[in-house]
T-cell receptor
């Protein structure tokens, strides 16, 4: 049982390049989330999904797109990376929607946009 | 708009001391509050969840309290150990939507 895994662990992009971050969970959770964490700030929700085939915007969705084609996977895409998207990205999942259940987090992806 | 604040941003104490981490929030209409631990290079781990109707929760050497009326929560760590060194974050959930509002965290260092 690997829990929540994220690929890649670290990536350097040039401004304007695109990339996809992959999140996978093997706990059969319905809900999945993408956060970003910046120095001196709390985590901020980018997008989330309440089930396979569904996605919704969080607090800071601009510049990102997501897809949930399979229940176990949640993809975060950057179409044209900007230096402001330099951050640590965390994926999380939970078996029920907040607030009853907690969220299980992946180890994070560190992204540097030059 | 709900804001969550954690002060201090960093704390260093000798091993064996009891310590308190603070979390404050601006809107008392919360549904629950959670404390998480974050280790470098790893994800976040949930430590304690307090429902709005509860005053405290305990897990081992950890005790979290909640005072909704004053907009405050504390995380008490008894008999601190070097392995407790980590960043501790609190987060509040205001209602049944899917967004947690996070504090920036307190980086705790326990000196042997």
């Amino acid at each position: 049982n690997a829990g929540v895994t994220q690929t890649p662990k670290f990536r350097v992009l040039k401004t304007g390049q695109s990339m996809t971050l992959l999140c996978a969970q093997d706990m059969n959770h319905e809900y999945m989330y993408w956060y970003r964490q910046d120095p001196g700030m709390g985590l901020r929700l980018i997008h989330y999904s309440v089930g396979e085939g569904t996605t919704a915007k969080g607090e800071v969705p601009d510049g990102y797109n997501v897809s949930r084609l399979k229940k176990q996977n949640f993809l975060l895409g950057l179409e044209s990376a900007a230096p402001s998207q330099t951050s640590v990205y965390f994926c999380a999942s939970s078996p029920l929607g907040l607030p009853k259940e907690t969220q299980y987090f992946g180890p994070g992806t560190r992204l540097l946009v030059l | 708009k709900q804001e969550v604040t954690q002060i201090p941003a960093a704390l260093s104490v000798p091993e064996g001391e009891n310590l308190v981490l603070n979390c404050s929030f601006t809107d008392s209409a919360i549904y629950n509050l959670q404390w998480f631990r974050q280790d470098p290079g790893k994800g976040l781990t949930s430590l304690l969840l307090i429902q709005s109707s509860q005053r405290e929760q305990t897990s081992g050497r950890l005790n979290a309290s909640l005072d909704k009326s004053s907009g405050r929560s504390t995380l008490y760590i008894a008999a601190s150990q070097p392995g407790d060194s980590a960043t501790y974050l609190c987060a509040v959930n205001e209602d049944s939507n899917y967004q947690l509002i996070w504090g920036a965290g307190t980086k705790l260092i326990i000196k042997p």
